[in-house]
């Protein structure tokens, strides 16, 4: 059996999908790669069958109709025979040497007849003419150890987890029965989010994993095409309040509740700091509807976001915007 399944969805992703697929066959006998070609215009179709000819024990090519990356995502989970379950972004690439790391860790797994839930590793950013930076969770969870939620620590404001550092068990995560919506983006949030509470053992490797590459204009994550897409963010954040209540698990999993409060908050924080930033009248109503909407479903946690990162993005433009932009500087997010 192989030990991990890679789904690398790509739409129009000729240009740059070569180095995502080639930077994973340094373990190729131990891996499977699920090329997903989303509805693609371009030579994307041809690319991924001239790998899976080169290397048909390695590389699937799946052809489907245009769907979004949330399609891609759940048919590759629905196709995946790894033991663990990894999405890369066609436009993003792996550390070879972090992946050997990966495999040797599972394999030890293997080994002791173990297995986890999830495991985390570290991503780097990768922003077009800047210095890689490492986003690593070595003060917030514990190492070389398999844990639990009670001993997971705090995590700072603006840091979580992306869909760039889990590595999901796959029986695991096909028995949450995940469906991410089509045609949406933003939905890499469900990913990470919806699971959570399922989750009873976790590992980190500390390792930088990911390469998280920023630089391009029609980027999800470019601050003015986030603002075009400012309906699908909301959508998530609302869906995300809409899975389950966090208090409900205060008592029997502290940890983990105040996790899911703190991933709201951040969610409730980019919404609002966005819709800020666009400052038109529409904008501004769109804003009031998102925080009513989150009163109305959960006071407690209204009151809480209020309190905490995401209510400080409804103070003043004059206040909020610059203090988003200085942060921007400093964390280079987008």
């Known amino acids: ?64 109709e ?65 210095k890689p930076r490492p986003v690593r969770y070595d003060k917030v969870l514990p190492e070389n150890k398999i844990f639990g939620w009670d001993e997971v620590g705090k995590f700072k404001t603006g840091s979580y987890l992306l869909m760039h550092s889990v590595i999901y068990n796959t029986k695991f995560l096909k028995n949450t029965n995940i ?24 590992y980190y490797l500390n390792v930088d994993f990911y390469r998280y590459f920023i630089g391009r204009d029609d980027q999800s994550v470019n601050e003015q095409t986030m603002i075009k897409r400012i309906d699908q963010q909301i959508f998530v954040t609302k869906t995300l309040i809409d899975f389950f209540n966090p208090y409900d698990y205060w008592e029997s999993n502290k940890r983990c509740a105040k996790y899911l409060i703190h991933y709201i908050d951040i969610m409730m924080s980019v919404s609002t700091i966005l819709l800020q930033v666009s400052n038109t009248t529409e904008a501004k109503v769109k804003k009031e509807e998102l925080w ?8 407690r946690l209204y009151k809480v976001c209020k309190l905490n990162v995401s209510g400080a993005s409804c103070l003043p433009r004059w206040i909020s915007v610059p203090g988003y932009r200085l942060a921007r500087k400093i964390y280079k997010f987008n």
Do not use: R
């Open 1 to 64: 059996m192989k030990l991990i399944t890679f789904a690398i969805p790509c739409y129009n992703s000729q240009d740059y999908m070569s180095h995502c697929i080639d930077s994973l066959l340094s373990v190729k006998e131990d891996i499977e790669i699920l090329i997903i070609n989303d509805g693609s215009k371009d030579n994307t179709p041809k690319i991924a069958e001239k790998y899976a000819k080169e290397y048909p024990d390695v590389v699937k090519a799946i052809n489907k």
């Open 66 to 130: 245009n769907g979004g990356h949330g399609s891609g995502v759940n048919l590759g989970l629905e196709k995946a025979q790894g033991l663990y379950y990894k999405v890369v972004d066609s436009d993003d690439w792996v550390d070879e040497k972090s992946l050997q790391a990966v495999v040797e860790k599972i394999k030890e797994f293997e080994a002791n007849k173990q297995s986890v839930d999830m495991m985390i590793v570290n991503y780097v950013y990768e922003k077009t003419g800047e």
């Open 179 to 202: 469906k991410l919506p089509e045609h949406t983006f933003y939905v890499d949030n469900i990913f990470v989010y919806y699971p959570l509470p399922k989750i009873k053992t976790m």
């Open 292 to 299: 009513d909407y989150l009163k109305t479903k959960n006071k």
